[in-house]
């Protein structure tokens, strides 16, 4: 199934433009990435998220499902909620088995939303995932790559992995202001390494 390149298109309202990834965030040119360390941690039964944390940019958000619209393109999350993040409802669910794929916007016409600092983060900083079920899937992160659309690698992106991954996808690669939109996306490749029953205290780390 291809969802397409640009997933999100977003307004000029933030105060300059968002973090990029840096080349050193990337994994090596291989069609297929695989997670780095930690190992991984056994998938865990299906179950619907309902909120996203990323420590080492801020991040607190809840989660709704997205759909494909027509054309294969994933849905945005609604733009007059820019802390609202959203996931693919009929894809994988963040720590079962597969590529779980959550979206947010990067900014709105009125400013910076949540994964305006996706660029910023680095390889071994932490995503929890709360889920209905009452457990948090915690990630960790691989690598951060950044891609105009046109070059857009969707194998690379969203196929299904043998273990529990994760992708969280924005808008980056710079800014069209003749066309207003982001010329690209900035992608965050993560695998699950742990997982917090309800009621266990959070982790310390990043």
Request: charged share 15%; net charge negative; hydrophobic share 40%.
């Amino acid at each position: 199934m291809c969802l397409g390149a640009v997933l999100l298109v977003n307004g000029t309202g933030a105060p300059g433009p968002p973090p990029q990834p840096a080349s050193g965030q990337s994994y090596p040119d291989v069609v297929r990435p695989v997670p780095r360390d930690p190992p991984p941690l056994a998938p865990l039964s299906a179950a619907a998220p309902i909120r996203v944390r990323i420590p080492a940019i801020r991040v607190d958000a809840p989660l709704t499902g997205l759909d494909l619209q027509a054309g294969g393109r994933l849905a945005a999350p609604p733009a007059d909620e820019p802390n609202l993040a959203g996931w693919y409802r009929d894809g994988t669910t963040p720590g079962a088995g597969g590529t779980a794929i959550v979206a947010g916007h990067v900014d709105t016409g009125e400013g910076p939303a949540v994964f305006y600092h996706l660029g910023a983060l680095h390889p071994g900083n932490t995503v929890e995932v709360d889920r209905a079920d009452g457990d948090t899937a915690i990630f960790t992160i691989d690598a951060i790559e950044v891609y105009r659309a046109e070059h857009f690698p969707d194998h690379r992106v969203y196929t299904a992995a043998t273990g529990a991954e994760l992708r969280l996808i924005t808008c980056g690669a710079g800014y069209d202001h003749t066309e207003q939109h982001y010329l690209g996306n900035v992608v965050a490749y993560a695998h699950l390494t742990a997982h917090r029953p309800l009621g266990a205290p959070p982790l310390r780390r990043s």
